[in-house]
């Protein structure tokens, strides 16, 4: 038995071992601290990455904005700091910081420069994703930070360092918040700033962690107390941090499964022949969701919504209110006539020439918007977009129209109507795109 664990040991030990291909201190320490300040070359590479970035956001090219994050230089004062903190080089914390703020401000002043002067001012996709930062930013920021110190820290060095730049993402964030300050949008400054702090935090947590482990000499505070305070502000920066990435991501991951079990209820147990489901909003709060539908066609009985509502918790929607509207006599309901004037308008607009199967139109799939909207409208209280199937009674032919159903807090003025309807029609490549505000 005792063989047994010690080859398992050894195993262990050979696959798993940080010690045997490990660089020299002296040298891991010396070759941080050269990649630590920003002039010269390293801050004119910073902001040629910074504008190419911008770009990417921009144009929401995937392949640019990657590129961008391979050149920039932003890494070295990250792990600059978390090795200060893990050898207890207070001098080279101060270097790093001073050198990191510097780097940080220019970007962000490079940024809204661009974003200023770039003819094109809507909010890409790959923008809007790097506003609602979450639990997995933290989870992806630690993971690369650990990977690019050990890949630092070896004799050989690997293709982990780039690897680490492009997941970590640290230049996206910060031309984001170029873009906030360029359009006025506060929350995107706000969002993207806090995205960017988490990655340099938890890179900085990642690198002390492995710099610990590793058991780098430490330099020795003079004054007790004064060591035991700047760790304990450390920890207190990292919970800080940490906290609110951490309720982000309950209220994504549980806002997302409401959603889910919302639509398999609609599609399995609203599949009428003659009544159709026009619009859907998926209501989610704290103080309990809803599900608020708009049918049209032959109006269901008291029964059958009574009836409806008691399968809610076999799809564990047991504390969701289901409300449906359908006739054109409630309060509340929407007026049936100023959806049937847009959705004609639309028809005869349309050309007559076009084609495209209605048939498949139909049923292509509406992509998530609710993180886009959200960043875009933060007024926006819910929406829903669906294609709608046109018969034409004189020549039997169909048409389709993406009809969208947005309700504000407050009302929207004019002519952010039209750029909205300009954005989810170049959003959602929809032909005949109508819009239906309920304010």
């Given at each position: 038995m005792n063989e047994i664990y010690l080859a398992i040991k050894r195993f262990l030990h050979y696959r798993f071992s940080l010690i045997e291909d490990n660089a020299e201190e002296t040298d891991t320490i010396e070759s941080i601290r050269k990649n630590v300040e920003f002039k010269g070359a390293?801050?004119?590479?910073?902001?040629?990455?910074?504008?190419?970035?911008?770009?990417?956001?921009?144009?929401?090219?995937?392949?640019?904005?990657?590129?961008?994050?391979?050149?920039?230089?932003?890494?070295?004062?990250?792990?600059?700091?978390?090795?200060?903190?893990?050898?207890?080089?207070?001098?080279?914390?101060?270097?790093?910081?001073?050198?990191?703020?510097?780097?940080?401000?220019?970007?962000?002043?490079?940024?809204?420069?661009?974003?200023?002067?770039?003819?094109?001012?809507?909010?890409?996709?790959?923008?809007?994703?790097?506003?609602?930062?979450?639990?997995?930013?933290?989870?992806?920021?630690?993971?690369?930070?650990?990977?690019?110190?050990?890949?630092?820290?070896?004799?050989?060095?690997?293709?982990?360092?780039?690897?680490v730049a492009i997941a970590t993402a640290l230049m996206p964030p910060l031309c984001t918040a170029g873009y906030g300050l360029a359009s006025g949008n506060i929350y995107f400054f706000i969002g993207a700033m806090y995205l960017y702090f988490i990655n340099s935090v938890f890179i900085c947590v990642a690198t002390y962690l492995i710099v610990r482990y590793l058991n780098f000499h430490k330099k020795e505070f003079e004054d007790k107390a004064y060591g035991s305070r700047v760790r304990r502000y450390i920890l207190i920066i990292v919970l800080i941090t940490a906290a609110p990435s951490v309720f982000l991501a309950y209220r994504i991951v549980d806002r997302s499964i409401f959603e889910n079990n919302a639509r398999a209820f609609i599609e399995k147990e609203l599949s009428y022949s003659n009544t159709q489901v026009i619009t859907r909003n998926y209501k989610y709060s704290r103080k309990g969701n809803e599900i608020d539908l708009l049918l049209l066609g032959k109006e269901l009985t008291a029964l059958q919504i009574d009836s409806l509502r008691k399968k809610l918790p076999a799809y564990k929607l047991e504390k969701t209110q289901l409300k449906i509207r359908q006739g054109l006599n409630a309060k509340n309901e929407l007026d049936f006539s100023q959806i049937k004037a847009s959705i004609l308008e639309a028809v005869y607009k349309k050309d007559s020439t076009g084609k495209e199967d209605a048939y498949q139109r139909i049923n292509m799939p509406i992509p998530d918007l609710s993180k886009e909207l959200k960043s875009l409208y933060p007024e926006l209280v819910n929406y829903s977009i669906n294609n709608i199937e046109i018969k034409h009674l004189d020549t039997n032919r169909l048409d389709t129209v993406t009809l969208a159903f947005l309700n504000f807090r407050h009302p929207v003025a004019n002519t952010e109507r039209i750029r909205l309807q300009r954005w989810l029609k170049s959003r959602l490549k929809a032909d005949s795109l109508k819009l239906i505000f309920d304010n």
């Open positions: 390293n801050l004119w590479t910073l902001i040629f990455a910074i504008f190419i970035a911008s770009i990417g956001l921009n144009v929401n090219s995937t392949a640019v904005i990657i590129g961008a994050m391979l050149i920039s230089p932003l890494m070295g004062p990250i792990m600059g700091v978390g090795l200060g903190i893990g050898i207890n080089d207070i001098e080279l914390v101060k270097k790093a910081g001073r050198n990191l703020a510097i780097a940080t401000v220019i970007s962000i002043i490079t940024s809204t420069l661009y974003f200023w002067i770039t003819p094109l001012h809507d909010a890409s996709s790959e923008l809007l994703a790097r506003t609602s930062p979450s639990i997995w930013d933290v989870f992806i920021a630690g993971l690369g930070g650990l990977a690019g110190i050990i890949a630092a820290t070896r004799k050989e060095k690997s293709n982990a360092i780039p690897g």
